[in-house]
């Protein structure tokens, strides 16, 4: 019988929760209006986020922040689609600072 050596984190998700879907936010930035201009906000109103484009984005699960990356636009069968190329992924174990 030939014996395979496994890191820890191959281990890990072995568990019986490595199939279970989780949903990731994706947070591109915050609006912080004040109430009066927010009671006005009409179809095709614009509010200003406190990130540029070129920012990069937050990736969450629950709130404990996961990773950041880059807003992208898929290819070919899935074109427009929205996606995140990820740029610093947290250890789990200590997330981001």
Do not use: N
């Not at 609006?31 to 614009?46: G, H, N, Q, S, W």
């Not at 509010?47 to 950041?68: F, Q, S, T």
């Not at 290819?75 to 996606?83: I, K, R, S």
């Amino acid at each position: 019988m030939t014996e395979t050596s496994q890191t820890p984190q191959q281990a890990e998700l072995k568990t019986p929760f490595s199939s279970v879907p989780i949903e990731i936010t994706i947070s591109v930035g915050k609006a912080r209006p004040l109430i009066r201009e927010l009671l006005t906000l009409k179809r095709d109103a614009v509010l200003p986020l406190d990130k540029r484009v070129d920012d990069a984005v937050e990736l969450y699960v629950g709130e404990r922040l996961i990773a950041r990356g880059q807003l992208e636009e898929m290819e070919g069968d899935q074109a427009g689609q929205l996606a995140v190329r990820l740029t610093e992924v947290a250890d789990l174990q200590d997330g981001l600072g």
